[in-house]
């Protein structure tokens, strides 16, 4: 919750569930320096900024995986969590039927990113994977990096710069 100067000497903040409180500010350093467009926030240690910046980064790289799309065979194809596990799905029913000499489709029906309807045989659909996989990769990489870089960071200041 952060404090904001509303009129000389008087600072205001809005309190969780709505509620609001103000404060006679005194000090003229504080005075001026809220003045100045400034805002004051509660002391935050070093520990509790990187909590909240790597939460922060988690949640950046869970956006970016939902939306995450990549390029494969002239195509924009989903490549989120939602698509990996239906891949895998896949691969693991055609295993099981060939276990059996069940018959497996020669062709998988797939709509792309950009709703194309394709059918994949399932050397295509290993390569669509492969490229899924990939595009997953980067975005866990990225977020290893990120996180990374917030730990070793020294400074509040330091762990504040550090976005996805």
Avoid: C, H, Y
């Avoid at 805002?39 to 910046?53: D, G, N, S, Y």
């Avoid at 194809?77 to 691969?91: G, L």
């Amino acid at each position: 919750m952060t404090w904001k100067l509303i009129s000389e000497g008087v600072a205001w903040r809005e309190l969780d569930g709505g509620a609001q409180e103000s404060r006679l500010v005194s000090d003229p350093e504080i005075v001026a320096w809220l003045a100045s467009g400034n805002i004051l926030e509660p002391a935050q240690t070093l520990e509790q900024a990187q909590r909240a910046q790597l939460d922060l980064i988690t949640a950046s790289r869970n956006a970016a995986m939902a939306a995450l799309v990549t390029s494969w065979d002239g195509d924009m194809w989903d490549a989120n969590e939602e698509t990996s596990n239906r891949i895998a799905n896949i691969f693991s029913m055609i295993r099981e039927a060939e276990s059996q000499n069940i018959p497996t489709p020669g062709g998988i029906p797939w709509r792309t990113a950009d709703n194309k309807s394709r059918v994949l045989t399932l050397p295509e659909l290993t390569g669509m994977g492969q490229a899924v996989f990939l595009a997953q990769q980067g975005l866990w990489a990225k977020n290893a990096m990120l996180k990374d870089a917030i730990v070793a960071a020294d400074t509040i200041a330091e762990v504040k710069a550090i976005v996805w």
